[in-house]
């Protein structure tokens, strides 16, 4: 266990989220944390399917290649989760034809299963 010095305008948004959401300040964190982590994933997978415009044809064709393996993999996974978790692919897939409202509904159901 620790202790944390924040600034009072943090401390009434901690506040008001455990409150909102009937949790203990702990946990509010824990899942910003959480969701924090998601994001970083997402930004360091975006980096690496990213290809340099510097570099040659040889290596474009060979992290073409890795590319189209990783999309592979990726869509493998989601089948086989959607198989498994018919229900929370059906959330999915509605939720992903308003792409705009995703990340508001992520944030305001903190229910949704991020660990499965």
């Known amino acids: 266990m620790t202790t944390v010095t924040i600034n009072d305008e943090l401390r009434k948004k901690l506040k008001r989220l455990a ?10 964190i824990k899942r910003a944390l959480e969701l924090f982590e998601k994001y970083e994933r997402k930004q360091y997978l975006d980096r690496f399917m990213n290809i340099n ?7 474009k064709a060979l992290d073409d290649t890795r590319k189209s393996k990783i999309l592979e993999m990726l869509a493998e996974a989601i089948t086989k989760f ?4 018919p229900e929370i692919a059906l959330r999915r897939k509605k939720l992903r034809q308003n792409i705009d409202l995703f990340d508001e509904i992520t944030m305001t159901n903190w229910a949704l299963p991020f660990e499965e």
């Open 19 to 28: 409150a909102k959401y009937d949790t203990n300040q702990a946990d509010i």
């Open 53 to 59: 415009e510097e570099e040659t044809e040889s290596t």
């Open 82 to 85: 959607e198989k498994k978790y």
